[in-house]
Nanobody
Framework: QVRLVESGGGMVQAGGSLRLSCAAS????????MGWFRQGPGKEREFVAA????????LYDVSVKGRFTISRDNAKDTMYLQMNSLKPEDTAVYYC????????????????WGQGTQVTVSS
């Protein structure tokens, strides 16, 4: 199994920055891709970004493209999300996800999930 733990969330003012981390453990050699999703209060879980573990290719939701950067350190089994120019609408619980077979924008296709880390952006 793959286990994921997010960290780095917190509260920032609009325009500020945060860096989220997702540490993977267990059978990490099986990871094909990892991604970030978020769920705001009263909202559906939505795609943020994803990265291929081998090639490093990335996908971003249009709402964060140009502001957020996803990256990974395979040797550390860790994925990052650098979030700049944060907006109040970015407020959500951010979840990391991993899959051993694909590279997707759809949450239901990921097999492994962390417990989430809260990001709150004040206006």
């Amino acid at each position: 199994q793959v286990r994921l733990v997010e960290s780095g969330g917190g509260m920032v003012q609009a325009g500020g920055s945060l860096r989220l981390s997702c540490a993977a453990s267990g059978r990490t050699s099986s990871i094909y891709a990892m991604g970030w999703f978020r769920q705001g209060p009263g909202k559906e879980r939505e795609f943020v970004a994803a990265i291929s573990w081998s090639g490093g290719g990335t996908l971003y939701d249009v709402s964060v493209k140009g502001r957020f950067t996803i990256s990974r350190d395979n040797a550390k089994d860790t994925m990052y999300l650098q979030m700049n120019s944060l907006k109040p609408e970015d407020t959500a619980v951010y979840y990391c996800a991993a899959d051993d077979s694909g590279y997707f924008r759809t949450a239901s296709l990921y097999d492994y999930w962390g417990q989430g880390t809260q990001v709150t952006v004040s206006s």
